[in-house]
């Protein structure tokens, strides 16, 4: 559970990861509650942050969400409950198979902030552990939170851990549902792999620089030898 509501600036973090979208989406509209989701695919779970920022037109709409006593402050209580909703609203699947989500510590700038459509909202939700076995996977997410008031985007971050590599995304045209192809190689089989080119590099560049050496010196005997010859010849 969440002990505490910490305000960072998120913003600052979204302005971070803006480079990930290439949307025409981002003209944020006054009248829209976008929410951005970062997917980070790690070797044995998958991390979901999501940067929800809404508009001035519809914040009333929204806040009764947040703030559901209406003191117009967004209390620990009151945080938990509504990133719990968003949690309901997400499904994810691995391989055909639907991953548990579990909240991370939500994090929520002043009402005020809110009200200016400055404000972000940032959820971060871990999936269930998992292994990854070595080949080809697909993870699906979608989004189902708010659909009536919310504009959505979807996109994976560069993978971090060495061994996986994205191959693809597909989103809908609400970006409220997107897959994610990727391909992971296991740590142990990526250093093999490594290995096995520099023995392979190892073995071949001498016998490469053997055969240019003597590629050389047959020349370099050669050239002598028509040198020496008019000499001879007189």
Known sequence: M?????????????????????????????????????????????????????????????????????????????AVTYADSVRRDLSVWLDGRALGLECGEPEFPPVADL?????????????????????????????????????????????????????RQIRNDEQSAGEIAFTFVPPGRYRDLTVGIFLALALVLPLLFANTRSRRKRTSTGHSVQRSAPAIKR
Request: glycine share 6%; charged share 15%; hydrophobic share 45%.
């Open 2 to 78: 969440v002990e505490t509501v910490k305000w960072v600036p998120a913003r600052w973090l979204l302005l971070l990861a803006l480079p990930l979208f290439s949307s025409p989406l981002w003209a944020h509209r006054l009248d829209e509650y976008l929410q951005a989701t970062l997917v980070a695919i790690e070797p044995d779970h998958v991390r979901l942050q999501l940067y929800l920022t809404p508009g001035v037109q519809v914040i009333e709409q929204l806040l009764p969400h947040l703030d559901t006593n209406g003191d117009n402050t967004i209390s620990t209580g009151e």
């Open 115 to 167: 009200h200016s459509g400055w404000g972000i909202i940032h959820l971060t939700f871990r999936t269930t552990p998992f292994r990854l076995t070595a080949g080809d996977h697909k993870l699906k997410l979608e989004n189902h939170h708010l659909p009536a008031i919310s504009v959505f985007l979807i996109n994976a971050t560069p993978p971090g851990p060495p061994g996986i590599a994205i191959t």
